[in-house]
């Protein structure tokens, strides 16, 4: 049985590519790290829509009540919003849930700017974009 050489002996050169690994980094890692922002800025997005969504059904149900208020119903959005740490939401209730008659429909918009719930410094994707979700019952009563 023969015996290779091993592939470098003490009297040999090392090869010339010893600096390939850094520079290929150098290239890639930007982009790598610039996909991972991306992701967790539109992961964020969803999830304050989602939560946007969830508030403006809250405030729908609540509207929806004989007894409700538009103060009410702003209160019971914004206390959800806040809730889960979304601060700063915009209600709007049309019409007012104290004047409309039952059977007919009250909708609640609850809308905020993604630049003040992003968790980057300057967001860059959804930067100038606002998330909003509408929901809407009809009064409930006779």
Do not use: C
């Not at 590519?17 to 991306?38: D, Y």
């Not at 829509?49 to 609540?62: E, I």
């Not at 609640?108 to 967001?123: E, H, Q």
């Amino acid at each position: 049985m023969k015996f290779r050489k091993p592939y470098r002996s003490h009297g040999q050169r090392q090869p010339k590519n010893r600096g390939v690994a850094a520079v290929e980094f150098a290239i890639v890692a930007p982009v790598f790290f610039m996909l991972i922002l991306g992701i967790i800025e539109i992961g964020r997005a969803m999830m304050v829509q989602q939560v946007l969504v969830n508030a403006s059904r809250v405030g729908a149900r609540q509207a929806a009540l004989m007894t409700s208020t538009q103060s009410g119903v702003q209160s019971a959005v914004t206390d959800y919003a806040n809730g889960v740490g979304i601060h700063d939401v915009t209600v709007t209730v049309t019409p007012d849930p104290a004047t409309v008659a039952a059977g007919q429909s009250v909708t609640v918009s609850a809308s905020i700017g993604f630049s003040s719930v992003s968790w980057l410094r300057t967001p860059w994707i959804m930067g100038g974009k606002t998330l909003s979700a509408t929901s809407t019952m009809r009064k409930e009563g006779f």
